[in-house]
């Protein structure tokens, strides 16, 4: 991965709509997706990957009126990801999560497994009762995906642009993902860059002194 590349790039905020991600290149990405961690391996989340115009376009006509100005970013892109996040955390979604793992010989020894799920318990205890966050906690398991997400796509030559300008309750509605236990959380976008859009001025960030404290 070319970091000095990606420390001196902007985001895209425009795609080239002739230019379609390879299928191969997908599925490696929704791999990786796939396989991004989260907090005691809650895997909170569930992804709609809109791959078609008309998925892209059910997404568009159901952003919110105030959010139209990210139309033409998702329509001209290759796809457009609807990252969601489970509205709750219930005992059928934590039995799942530990079934898989025994499944998987996620932990040989049994009396690790048994010491593990008593741990997540307690842990999801805390951030139920004591914190009650849980709902912002499993947000950002899922902010965690994205930005991990959005460094695999670079590395695939793939471009990624996060999208926080949408109506959750409308693209909910739109795509009954309510119905699931789950709520939109964030969108992203993935395809290549229009060059005649590029933005060829530097970036700008605070200087490495207001930004790092050594102890």
Request: net charge negative; charged share 25%.
């Amino acid at each position: 991965m070319d970091l000095d590349k990606l420390m001196n790039k902007h985001l895209t905020r425009y795609f080239d709509a002739s230019k379609t991600i390879p299928e191969g290149t997908l599925q490696q990405l929704l791999r990786f997706l796939r396989s991004t961690p989260s907090s005691t391996n809650v895997q909170p989340n569930h992804f709609y990957v809109l791959a078609t115009p008309q998925g892209k376009e059910h997404l568009v006509a159901n952003l919110g009126e105030r959010f139209q100005d990210n139309s033409e970013k998702i329509l001209n892109a290759s796809h457009t990801v609807i990252l969601t996040t489970r509205a709750d955390l219930p005992e059928s979604h934590l039995d799942a999560v530990f079934t898989k793992e025994r499944a998987d010989g996620r932990f040989p020894d049994q009396a690790k497994h048994a010491l593990w799920e008593s741990m997540t318990r307690d842990f999801l205890n805390l951030r139920n009762y004591g914190y009650k966050d849980v709902n912002h906690w499993m947000e950002k398991q899922t902010y965690m995906a994205l930005g991990m997400t959005m460094m695999a796509a670079a590395e695939l030559g793939v471009e990624a642009m996060p999208l926080e300008g949408f109506d959750p309750t409308s693209v909910d509605k739109a795509f009954k993902i309510r119905e699931t236990g789950h709520t939109t959380t964030v969108l992203l976008a993935l395809g290549y860059p229009d060059p005649a859009k590029a933005y060829p001025t530097p970036i700008s960030r605070f200087e490495a002194d207001q930004l790092f404290t050594f102890v």
